[in-house]
Structure formats: C-alpha cells, structure tokens
C-alpha cells in the first residue's frame, strides 16, 4: 500500500513513516498541505491519506479533498489534536481520525482500521 503522509512536524512525521516502513507500507512523505497537493499530481496510486489536520499553508481537509479529487477510494486518517474542527471544517466522508497525543501501537491499529472501513465502504 502507497501511504502519502502529510505532517509538518519532522519528528513526528519520521516516526510515523518508520512505523508505516515497519509495517511493510510504501510511505511518501509531505512536510506541509502544498507539498502534500503537489505529490497527488504526481503518477501513482495513492491508496491512503494520512495527514495533519493543522499545517502551515493547506491544511489537511484540503489535502483530503484533492487526494479523493484523484484517488476516489483512497482511505483518509486525519492525525490531530482538535477533532472537533473535522465537523465544523466539513473533512470529506468518509475518513477516520485520531486523537494526539498516540502511542505507535494505536496508530498502526488506527492505519489498519482506516484502510478495513474504506474497502468496507467501496464495496457498497
């Protein structure tokens, strides 16, 4: 699975793409929203979306909304701290979130969980 990662903060974005590596994901990194938009353009299928929901430029909603522009099926995992501007901002459905702060173990089962109720979501 082609995983694109967008998190402005450098640390946490080399973590998560470890642990994404780990798991036998093809990660492609975005350190903010812009960068994130211009890698969608690029050829190749993006399966999944994680993504901040909070960057400097665009923010994570528009990085979603591009991504499904391009890959209408591709499962998004918004990473945030502020779950509640997911509603208020209108994130496209469907997507997961999850709270920071996360242990590594969490992610991976949020990771897992995402990709399970996008097939589940396609297949209907």
């Known amino acids: 699975m082609r995983i694109l990662l967008a998190e402005d903060d450098l640390f946490t974005r080399m ?6 590596s780990s798991a036998g994901h093809e990660v492609v990194e975005a350190m903010n929203g812009d960068q994130a938009q211009k890698i969608l353009e690029y050829p190749g299928k993006i399966g999944m979306v994680i993504t901040d929901l909070n960057m400097p430029g665009s923010n994570g909603i528009t990085v979603a909304t591009k991504a499904r522009q391009h890959f209408p099926d591709v499962a998004v995992l918004f990473i945030t ?5 997911l509603i208020s901002k209108q994130a496209p459905r469907p ?4 709270q920071k702060p996360f242990a590594p173990a ?3 089962a949020a990771v897992k969980l995402a ?8 297949q209907h």
């Open 115 to 122: 990709l399970a109720k996008q097939d589940r979501d396609t």
């Open 15 to 20: 973590d998560l793409a470890e642990s994404l």
């Open 81 to 85: 701290s502020r779950a509640d501007l």
């Open 106 to 108: 969490q992610f991976l």
């Open 95 to 98: 997507y997961s979130y999850l």
